[in-house]
């Protein structure tokens, strides 16, 4: 199985940018689909974005298309969320996730393995 850590969190003013990573370790990542959750407080976890194990299919939830990017680099075994244009709304624990599947999915119970999280706080 693979585990999962991020980094790359933490505070920036509204209009700023962060990016995340996850690394992998235990297996090669190339072999997972990933994806990025996030959970607000008192918010359900919601989809951010997924992309595909090569790496050619990408996937958005619709809040974040246009100043959210994800990609991976398969030979660091890493995925990346860079996210641009950061809003207060945006403040949550981002989590990553992989699964064994094809398909980039939306749903988190579709996802076998999770990192620990990382907070990120967008300030007005």
């Known amino acids: 199985q693979v585990q999962l850590v991020e980094s790359g969190g933490g505070l920036v003013q509204a209009g700023g940018s962060l990016r995340l990573s996850c690394a992998a370790s235990g297996r090669t990542l190339r072999t997972y689909t990933v994806g990025w959750f996030r959970q607000a407080p008192g918010k359900a976890r919601e989809f951010v974005a997924g992309?595909?194990?090569?790496?050619?299919?990408?996937y958005y939830a619709a809040s974040q298309k246009g100043r959210f990017t994800i990609s991976r680099d398969n030979a660091k075994n890493t995925t990346y969320l860079q996210m641009n244009n950061l809003k207060p709304e945006d403040t949550a624990v981002y989590y990553c996730?992989?699964?064994?599947?094809?398909?980039?999915?939306?749903?988190?119970?579709?996802?076998?393995?999770w990192g620990q999280g990382i907070q990120v706080t967008v300030s007005s």
């Open positions: 996730a992989a699964r064994n599947g094809l398909v980039v999915l939306t749903t988190q119970y579709e996802y076998e393995y």
């Open positions: 992309i595909s194990r090569s790496g050619v299919s990408t």
